[in-house]
C-alpha cells in the first residue's frame, strides 16, 4: 500500500524516502518477493513519483482512487479480481525481511482463520520511540499494529474473522512516520 502523502515525514512520497541508499518501498517488496509472493503495489493520485518508480522497474501497479487505505485496498482487489488470501502491508516498514513474512504466514495457515493482523509490543516501539497512538491487548500483551495484514480478498467490505499475531521482533516497531523515526532506523540499519 503505497498511496498516502507522508506529510508528517515532510520529505516528499514516503515511499520513495531512501534508507542506506535503498527506498522504503524496495525493502518491502523485496521482503515479499523473497519469501515467494507475487507482488504489486497499489498507489493514488498523492503518489505520482512512486507510481513512475514502479512502472520503470516493471513492478505490477493499481491506481486506486486515493480514498483511503481500506477503500483503495476494496477497488484495487476488485478490479484485479483478487479471491482468497492476500497479505496487505504499508510502504514503510524497511526493516522487514523475508523471515518475518515467511514466520506471518505460518502462523495464519496454522490459525485456520481467514484473515490476521500482526502485531507488536507496544514497549518496543517505545523504545524506539515510535508512535504507539494505536494501542490494543494481543496475546495478553499491550500491542500496536504493524501495518501487515492477510485478508481474504474475496470478502473485503465483510466482517472477517482474524487472528492477532504477536511478534516480539524489535524490527517491526520501525514504521518510518517522522524524521526522528528516519533517523533511528537509518542508525539501526546503515
Not at 17 to 31: E, N, Q, S, W
Request: aromatic share 6%.
Amino acid at each position: 500500500m503505497a498511496g498516502g502523502v507522508g506529510s508528517r515525514l515532510g520529505m516528499g512520497e514516503k515511499p520513495l524516502v531512501t534508507i542506506c541508499g535503498k527506498p522504503m518501498i524496495a525493502y518491502v517488496l523485496d521482503a515479499f518477493a523473497a519469501a515467494g509472493h507475487e507482488t504489486a503495489v497499489i498507489a493514488s493520485p498523492r503518489t505520482p513519483y512512486t507510481r513512475n518508480w514502479c512502472r520503470a522497474r516493471g513492478i505490477d501497479l493499481y491506481e486506486a482512487g486515493g480514498a483511503g487505505y481500506i477503500e483503495d485496498l476494496q477497488e484495487a482487489a476488485a478490479a484485479l479480481d483478487l479471491t482468497g488470501p492476500a497479505f496487505t502491508c504499508v510502504a514503510d516498514l524497511p526493516c522487514l525481511t523475508t523471515e518475518i513474512v515467511r514466520a506471518i504466514e505460518e502462523r495464519y495457515r496454522a490459525s485456520m482463520m481467514p484473515a490476521c493482523s500482526v502485531w507488536v509490543p507496544r514497549d518496543l516501539c517505545r523504545e524506539h520511540g515510535c508512535r504507539t497512538e494505536y494501542i490494543e491487548t494481543v496475546e495478553g500483551v499491550a500491542a500496536c499494529p504493524v501495518g501487515i495484514n492477510i485478508v481474504d480478498a474475496g470478502a473485503l467490505g465483510e466482517p472477517q474473522d482474524e487472528v492477532q499475531i504477536l511478534l516480539c521482533d524489535r524490527r517491526l516497531a520501525f514504521n518510518i512516520n517522522t524524521r526522528d523515526e528516519l533517523a533511528r532506523v537509518q542508525s539501526f540499519l546503515c
